[in-house]
Structures are given as structure tokens and as C-alpha cells.
């Protein structure tokens, strides 16, 4: 159902609105192939991927520019999980990225590029997510 509101809202066509400044052209975290599955027609895609900032952002092709366009992007901060999916999906090298609403598949092309992208996104997950900032920290001991 989500899918479904963010097709008819448009939310999917207009990933920039996630960019957040980010400049995806330059420096990533991790960037590689990776094959993913669609969104809404479920055939398995190879895209050139980016991690960088807390956002997980795909491309068509490698030659990413500051006039790339990416074909989505996905905020880590929101991302529950991400683990291997081999025995879900029947696929070597597979691994999935959850969040409270979506799964989303991808196929690396081997086992060390699927550990290191599992690694990074995970890594990206913590240092991003929202469970506690410092503003949020109390140091009862100070408070006299």
C-alpha cells in the first residue's frame, strides 16, 4: 500500500527531494554494481549504487556527475535491517535492506562485495539512525 501511495503522490519520481545536500558525485563511502528488483514490476535491474551520508542512492550507469540524476534513493535512517536473503530469494549473493514498510532485494556479484555492502550499509544504519542523539542523552551525575 505504501508503494502505491507514493506512485500516485509522485513520491518515487522525485527522489532529489532527499538529497539533502548530499553530493553523491563526490567521495562515496561504498559505490558499486549492484542488481536490484523493481519496485512495482519485479524483473531484477543492474545499477550502479552510492552510500554516502546516511542515503543509499542508485544510478543507470557508473558515470555519476554533479548532473546525475539518481533513480531513487533510500534514507539508511529509516532502514531496520539488512541482512542476506540467499534462502529467501533462491539467488547467490543476495541480500535484502527492510524497513517498516518495504524489503527491497539486491544481488551483489560475489560473496565478499555482498559481506563489504552489508557492512557498510549497517555501519551507515547506526551511525544514522535516530535512537539516540546526544541532545537526547541525560547525565543524571551532573545534575545536582
Known sequence: MASLWRAATGFAAKPEADYDGVEFWSEPERA?????QGEYIKTWRRRWFVLKQGRLFWFKDSGVTRASRPRGVV?????LTVKGAEDILNKQYAFELSTRSDTMYFIADSEKEKEDWI??????????SRSVTDSEIVDYDSKQ
Open 32 to 36: 558499486g554494481w549492484l542488481t536490484k
Open 75 to 79: 534514507p539508511v535512517a529509516s532502514c
Open 119 to 128: 557492512n557498510s550499509i549497517g555501519r551507515s544504519i547506526v551511525q544514522h
